[in-house]
């Protein structure tokens, strides 16, 4: 027997689904709009957070220029690889830029986890809660100063003359 | 009289304003004086002279209005430019940097203090970024408060991805296009935070200025659709956006056709699309909240269906009839290589050899921005947790201009402002929150005891780790703006053996023979880079020009220069060519010669004739190479004879052989050039500019 599922979009369906109908059996489709939730601000702010990663990383250089993920140099006759392409600032390889995206998202973080502790939103239920609320705010600033020495350290093989006139 | 009628009229708008303090008053002018003075290193070490070569072409039109007005500015046809078709340059120019010049000019020579054109010139980027710094503090005040606007307002004054396109001497659209995009942002987002139709109007007259500009305005009339989308998606809608928004977008768009430039593309192309569908996604949602006040809920939902269904037909058939009869024009091939990046090195190889349109690398982003590309997603982070309608703005401003700095270089400016205050927000915030915890005997019940020492040493410890961030940012923007951001391009420099500067000042030189030495009407054919200086400085006729708006005229210079002697001569005699200059860098190893740009002469050729193709032109191990190993193809070729022509015979020091080119640091291949159909006629000292007349055909 023909049936006349609900079809929930079609307001004009009815007139036509009885004209259908009659020619053909129709499946019975049990179909609904999805309802979509708005995402939760910390979701929104991690997808932000690794395009930003990605993006600054030189993605899109990979994508057009395709270099190489490492490169290699001749060292003593030997071919050495070499993560850091050196003496210019518009070429990179795959890894380092990806690399220094993630540092620079690393040293964001530290300084939100510090700043999340330090204002109490980051709550440990630990007896000694003071106590390890230092030893976060420590490990934080450490987090960030790492981060930011390394991609100075990258920067330097990548400008030898980097600070020197 | 006067003055103490200016000390009323400005203590009553004090008292309008919030009352600022002596301190920020004080900071302000500071930062005002420094980002200017951090801008002046070229005029220091050089002299007053205008950079680079687009801003020759802005130096000569300037010029034209100063002495012509503004009627002929308008309606100037120039016949001196792309020899034989010549330019509209009133219709094809964005005037505003022009007319800002002019007006200064004419308001400082009225006050009698009657400087020169070209010092106004050189110099207007510098006070413009002066300006842009003050107006980022009150983009900075309105999007979350004071302390914020004045950080965003210190860290944007160095900021060397702006220095960049704004130091003294760089006479570029860009150096007033960011001071307007700012301002444009900040009346917007205040026309939103207030709801008042008064603040948008100083928002559509800002935007009127940043379509005069910059072509970049097609990222405000992109932007603010999508932060509307946005809201609405997230709930925060309101009567004032949709004020502001209605307002900006009917009067912006009318301001915006004003331009010659812009005419009824601003109805028409498929960029300015997005405005226009949110205007009118606006309306029906105005409207379906209206009717959803006066109806039951359930004929509401069938009124809904009917009306979500019939406006959906009715946009597609209406786009549809726009694609289809060609009424609206697709993404122009720029603006498109925003979205897809591989689109412009697939098909338009003269978009794709710009080193500025470029995509950009993780250094580029830390050399230009140093410690904000870390602070940025703080302050991101500290925009979702205070949700404002302002704060939205900065993050959607923020997230896309990252994404198109990543895209291409040159943007990596409207990457500056965002990251500025992003930054500022992060910065405002930490040291507020940490602060705290050093004051002794805080106030207020929600502190009532002092930090113990622990958290006090902490604390301190972190203040001065972010004092010294800022310390380290101070010096990263100073070494780079005096090293990287402060060449004029036109006199390069370089460091004898004994520390001494030589100085390489061909370009002029040979602009200067050209203006004294040929006829008036004489053609100079050359490589698009070096056609507005042509014509600023030699003021000769030139074939082509950065303006890059004719593929197939370019298509044909690249052709003759990449192809052999005989033919390039009738392509040449073809279009009246009395002169053909080159840029050749092999004697003092300036590697940006043409000799470096020739595979993108071969390949631009290459598209108007398929004869010549790139592989013809690489060595048998497919390299691209100009000693012995080099191709016939290339040692015939024009380009390779002009620029190597009597430089066999050259020694340049007792190690190397005669003939030795020091950029791609080989001996040349062919030593004994023979011309048959032009004849030297000028080589600068150097050797950098090349210049040889094509002589007359054989008689018959």
Known sequence: PSSHPPLPVFPFGKMRLAFVSSVVRLPNLRLKIPKVERPPAWAVFCVLLFSYMLVTGGIVFDMINEPPSVGTRMEDGKQRPETVMPYRINGQYIIEGLAAGFLFCLGAVGLIALHSVATGQLVLTSQTSEKATVVIMIAAIGVTVVAYNVVMMFLRIKLPGYLQH | ?700
């Open chain 2, 1 to 700: 009289c006067t003055f103490y009628a200016f000390s009323k009229i400005l203590g009553s708008l004090l008292t309008i304003m919030e009352t600022p303090t002596l301190l920020l008053i004080l900071t302000l002018v500071l930062i005002y004086i420094l980002a200017f003075a951090v801008r002046l290193f070229s005029v220091l070490r050089f002299e007053s002279v205008i950079h680079e070569f687009d801003p020759y072409f802005n130096y000569r039109t300037t010029k034209f209005l100063v002495d012509n007005g503004i009627y002929e500015f308008y309606n100037w046809f120039d016949p001196m430019v792309w020899y034989p078709l010549g330019r509209i340059v009133g219709g094809t120019i964005y005037p505003g940097l022009m007319l800002t010049s002019a007006a200064t000019y004419w308001t400082l020579h009225s006050l009698s203090f009657t400087l020169e054109l070209r010092n106004v010139c050189v110099f207007l980027a510098a006070w413009f970024a002066s300006n842009t710094a003050v107006v980022t503090y009150f983009f900075g005040k309105e999007v979350r408060d004071r302390k914020t606007g004045l950080v965003a307002a210190a860290l944007i004054a160095i900021v060397p991805g702006y220095i960049s396109r704004s130091v003294a001497g760089s006479y570029d659209n860009e150096g007033v296009a960011i001071f307007a995009l700012i301002l444009t942002f900040y009346y917007f987002v205040k026309a939103v935070n207030t709801g008042s139709m008064f603040w948008c109007f100083w928002a559509v007259l800002a935007y009127y200025y940043m379509v005069n500009a910059w072509g970049g305005y097609i990222f405000i009339i992109n932007l603010l659709p999508v932060y509307v989308l946005t809201l609405l998606v997230m709930g925060r809608y309101t009567h004032r956006l949709y004020v502001a928004y209605c307002t900006f977008y009917v009067l912006g768009t009318l301001l915006c056709m004003q331009v010659h430039f812009v005419g009824f593309q601003a109805v028409q192309s498929g960029e300015h699309m997005a405005a226009a569908a949110v205007f009118f996604i606006l309306q029906a949602h105005n409207a379906v909240l209206f009717v959803r006040d006066h109806l039951e809920p359930s004929s509401f939902k069938r009124f809904l269906r009917i009306g979500l269904v019939g406006m959906l037909l009715l946009a597609g058939v209406a786009v549809m009839l726009g694609i289809l009869t060609g009424y609206i024009s697709p993404w122009t091939g720029r603006f498109w290589t925003l979205l897809d990046p591989t689109y412009a090195k697939l098909h338009i190889p003269i978009i794709a050899s710009v080193s500025e349109h470029q995509p950009t690398c993780w250094s580029s982003f830390f050399f230009d921005l140093h410690c904000l590309v870390f602070l940025f997603p703080v302050g991101m982070f500290f925009c979702f947790q205070k949700l404002t309608d302002a704060a939205v703005f900065a993050v959607i401003y923020g997230m896309t201009s990252v994404y198109f700095a990543g895209v291409m270089v040159r943007l990596m400016l409207v990457l500056a402002p965002a990251m500025c205050v992003m930054a500022a927000i992060a910065l405002s915030t930490l040291l507020t929150t940490f602060f705290k915890d050093l004051k002794r005997r805080p106030k207020g019940a929600k502190a009532p005891v002092e930090a113990t020492p622990l958290r006090f040493y902490t604390s301190a410890a972190v203040v001065a780790g972010l004092v010294f961030l800022l310390w380290f940012y101070v010096i990263h923007c100073t070494w780079v703006t005096a090293e990287a951001y402060s060449s004029p391009s036109i006199v390069l420099n370089a460091h004898g053996s004994d520390g001494h500067t030589i100085l390489f000042d061909d370009y002029r030189e040979a602009y200067y023979w050209i203006r004294k030495n040929t006829p008036a009407d004489a053609k100079i054919m050359s490589w698009w880079d070096y056609g507005y200086q042509i014509t600023a400085m030699g003021n000769r006729t030139v074939l082509v020009d950065n303006n890059t708006w004719n593929n197939t005229h370019i298509a044909t210079v690249g052709k003759a220069m990449a192809s052999d002697e005989e033919t390039a001569y009738r392509i040449m005699r073809q279009l009246d060519v009395d002169y053909v200059l080159v840029i050749f860098g092999g004697l003092i190893g300036y590697s940006s010669d043409d000799i470096n740009k020739f595979l993108w002469m071969v390949r631009i050729g290459g598209t108007l004739d398929p004869s010549i193709r790139e592989v013809d032109y690489y060595s048998q191990r497919n390299e691209y190479r100009i000693d012995n190993e080099a191709s016939k193809t290339m040692l015939n070729s024009m380009m390779y004879k002009l620029c190597y022509y009597r430089y066999g015979d050259v020694q340049l020091e007792h190690g190397k052989p005669p003939g030795f080119d020091r950029v791609r640091g080989a001996e040349i291949g062919k030593k004994d050039v023979r011309l048959e159909r032009v004849e030297e006629a000028y080589t600068t000292e150097h050797w950098m500019i090349r210049i040889y007349k094509v002589k007359p055909e054989d008689n018959r």
